[in-house]
């Protein structure tokens, strides 16, 4: 019982194992530009404005119908001598049926259903540039909380060897205080920095649970799916690349989706603005038609019989109305076109600032790995020191303790800093659009 009891035991760690795949940023990416479910929407997004190029060019297609008709006829009554005289009873039949087809092809409207293609092709193309946008603004969440999670289990390790430090301690102040060396207070003062650790432990558990279910709902899978992440080695990306500010300030103004969008916003307007005044232009089309009916009473003489009749021929049609009537609207379109342009403007000193915030958070970030290296060894140094020195009689538990807290502290502020490197670094590359 005991053989099989094992071997089942380790087949069910094998499998959760084999089920529990440790994940790179990049990898974490790649599954949630596959199943993020504001990309999925973005996506279908982009689908419908495809759809809607193909409905616009449908527009160009003549319009042709065929139809059918089956009538009961009055009396066929004509008052040749007016309204209160008898009238002429025209012998009809009862019934009529009839049959036939029209066809209408536009030849010229001012150019506003090719304009209208134009037009969708443009909004397909913002609606590209918010693709874009969103997975770039997906991947920077994504970083976001891998590098929570990545900063929470080093603060977890770091704990954990803090605990079983101070344990040892706790145990050896323990012994001192059994041979008359040290004070009760001192023993105490341990306990409760160990119930401390403990405490920073359990609210590092929790927040490691939360980042990983972020991660989750980033991904698009079950907020319980069981995430594991190598946190160990150093996260360095492969895409980014040193440049200064103005090498990042030229990529944005070329790259960047959201800058994009509001030139996309200006060629819009502006063609908005042709296509209204295309209703001042006037209306071609060929037109054909033919209609089988019976009777015949549409021309006299008057006839039971089946006839055939139809046209062919050019019709061309101006509205006068809308001479005045598009004043209006002319205007409004060129002020939203102005407004647009201003926030071309706006955007563009919007994207320079951000870029501007970023590198030196960036700049800020690396000077904060510098210094919190620096601290961790000159701390390490005072630990240990101190240590010996009250093991030596020479220096209080206080000091110690601080000490030891000053540089678990320390270690937190090098993770941090490093990971906001990392982050500045793609938070920047979100921005310019090159993520």
Known sequence: MSILLFLFGHSLHAQQAENTQTLSLEEIWKVAEDNNRQLRLAD??????????????????????????????????IYDNGLFASPQDVPVKGYGYGLGYSLNLNLFNGGKDRRNIVMKREEELRKQYEVDLQRHSVKYNVAAAYFDLYKFLHFHDFLDVEMETEKKQLALIESLHKNGIVLKSDVLRTSVKLSQLKLSLSDIEKKIEIAKQRLNILM???????????????????????????????????????????????????????????????????YSNYNYTYPQISFYPYSNDLWGFGQTGIKAQFSIDNLYKSKHSIAHAEVVSNQAKEKAVMKKDEISLQVKEAYLQQQQALESVETAEKIIAKNTETVRVIRSSYLNQESLLTDLLEAENTLLEAKFNLITAQTNVQLTKIRLLAIVGIL
């Open 44 to 77: 279908l997004n982009l689908q419908q404005s495809k759809l809607e190029i193909l409905e616009a060019k449908d527009h160009l297609l003549p319009e042709f119908s065929i139809g059918a008709d089956v009538k009961l006829n009055s009396k066929f009554l």
């Open 220 to 286: 698009g899978h079950e907020t319980g799916n069981e995430l594991t992440i190598n946190y160990e080695d150093r996260v360095e990306l492969d895409t980014i690349t040193a440049t200064d500010y103005n090498d990042y300030i030229d990529i944005a103004l070329n790259q960047s989706p959201d800058y994009k969008i509001v030139n996309s916003d200006i060629k819009w307007s502006e063609l908005n603005i042709k296509q209204i005044k295309a209703t001042r232009l006037p209306k071609i089309s060929l």
